[in-house]
């Protein structure tokens, strides 16, 4: 039988938090009853600088059972940087970890699907939604955009994947030599090259609250996959370049052609137009080569991603 610990990151979840835990606590003593895992399984919620209740009524899951540890983070350091420090502080002590979203929507009846995948062999088993129904119209339209771009920036990244997975200790080891920043942990774990599959479960609705990524908060990981596994974009600059340069070429003949045929340029559309194109191009590749600059600063400061501020471990009944 494994260890298997999970990892829920959880940011302003008071109203779920209880219920959730509840849920957790039957499965997992059903699996450990049924020897599916190991006693020593537990579950770790970890607090991404929640500004609600949601500490406190950690506290109190963990004081009433053992099967639950706590993790707070000094501020709200991001749902990435939250997932990736439950599993450095826990990756000593297991066989695998499985992270999930504390609200539960990633459906829990999946998990024995996952351990066994687990004992099959598999390093990595990443959870892929079967259907996307009941979520927004913009937010399905745009989560597709974003899968497309990045697998014509060259990422490799799982369709429908939203980072519920397991992963096994030694993929964890694998994955804390990796110090970037910029984290985006959808796209380098399928780079890590482990033996892996995937895993169809059907997402469920929350049960209270709202969804904690935001339209600015995702416009910002899709930018941090985006430009962390790929120099397309600046490539693409340099493809505009060329093909301005070869348009102004076209436009000086043009000019000079008027002009030697009537003697003026008539109109001034063509002196207009070429300098709003080639302003917004230039524009645009500033913000690009501005975009991975603004990546370099931030890898060269080599600050922590997350800073610990307190721990509650499981089995200790006392905080």
């Known amino acids: 039988m494994k260890t298997i610990y999970l990892v829920l990151p959880c940011y302003n979840e008071e109203l779920v938090i209880k219920d959730s835990a509840s849920k957790l606590k039957e499965l997992m003593q059903k699996l450990i009853n049924e020897k599916t895992i190991s006693e ?8 991404d600088g929640s500004c609600d209740r949601t500490w406190e009524l950690l506290e109190e899951i963990c004081r009433e059972n053992g099967l639950f540890g706590a993790i707070s983070l000094s501020a709200n350091c991001g749902h990435q940087n939250a997932i990736l420090s439950g599993m450095m502080y826990v990756k000593d002590e297991c066989d695998a970890v499985i992270t999930l979203d504390a609200d539960l929507q990633h459906d829990i009846t999946a998990i024995p699907e996952f ?10 088993v990443y959870g892929v939604r079967k259907s996307r129904e009941g979520e927004r119209k913009f937010k399905k339209i745009t989560g597709d955009t974003f899968y497309t771009v990045m697998q014509l920036s ?28 910029n984290l985006f942990l959808r796209g380098i774990i399928p780079s890590m090259g482990f033996k892996s599959t995937t895993l169809e479960y059907q997402e469920k609705p ?14 910002k990981l899709a930018a941090d996959g985006i430009t962390s596994f790929s120099i397309r974009p600046l490539q693409m600059i340099s493809l505009c370049g060329v093909f301005a340069f070869i348009l102004s070429i076209i436009m000086l003949i043009y000019a000079l052609v008027v002009y030697l045929e009537s003697g003026t340029v008539p109109g001034w ?43 509650i471990k499981a089995g200790n009944q006392e905080l």
């Open 115 to 124: 351990v066994k995948r687990f004992n099959e062999g598999y390093e990595i």
């Open 206 to 219: 929350r049960l209270a609250g709202e969804s904690k990524y935001s339209l600015k908060k995702m416009l």
């Open 269 to 311: 559309t063509s002196i207009v137009a070429p300098i709003w194109f080639l302003g917004g191009i230039q524009l645009l590749s500033l913000g690009v080569v501005g975009e991975y600059i603004g990546k370099i600063y931030m890898e060269t400061k080599h600050r922590p991603r997350y800073i610990v501020d307190q721990v």
């Open 154 to 181: 060259g990422a490799k990244l799982i369709r429908n994947h939203a980072d519920y997975r397991l992963m096994s200790s030694k993929a964890i080891q694998a994955l804390s030599g990796y110090e970037e920043a």
């Open 40 to 47: 020593q399984s537990k579950v770790y919620f970890v607090n």
